[in-house]
Nanobody, 122 residues
Framework: VQLVQSGGGLVQPGGSLTLSCGSSGFNFSRSAIAWFSQAPGKEREFVAATSWSGRSPKYADSVKDRFTISRNNARNTVYLQMNSLKPEDTASYYC????????????????WGQGTQVTVSS
């Protein structure tokens, strides 16, 4: 199973970016998908997650009201829209998938994307 990420890059504080995560040959539309971030020297942290239906998304307190997770099951793609970006959002971002019960811990996810760098700097 391979999750393929796209998006990311360099953006100024207050700017926006959209990350995408997709897959093929996997029951993607029935899986919960999450985004995690990892800054240098730090552990991977939960950012946002969505169930297979897209209802009742979960967010870390640090990104509530700034980030939005959404999905298009017809396209086997999940998005992370990041607005009002701050320098402290700088990290590598990973999408992850699971067909099991889902939550906010990395151990609850079985499949991972390759990661994409987001740098917020002026």
């Amino acid at each position: 199973v391979q999750l393929v990420q796209s998006g990311g890059g360099l953006v100024q504080p207050g700017g926006s970016l959209t990350l995408s995560c997709g897959s093929s040959g996997f029951n993607f539309s029935r899986s919960a998908i999450a985004w995690f971030s990892q800054a240098p020297g730090k552990e991977r942290e939960f950012v946002a997650a969505t169930s297979w239906s897209g209802r009742s998304p979960k967010y870390a307190d640090s990104v509530k009201d700034r980030f939005t997770i959404s999905r298009n099951n017809a396209r086997n793609t999940v998005y992370l829209q990041m607005n009002s970006l701050k320098p402290e959002d700088t990290a590598s971002y990973y999408c992850a998938a699971t067909l099991r019960l889902w939550g906010v811990a990395t151990s609850e996810y079985d499949y991972w994307g390759q990661g994409t760098q987001v740098t917020v700097s002026s």
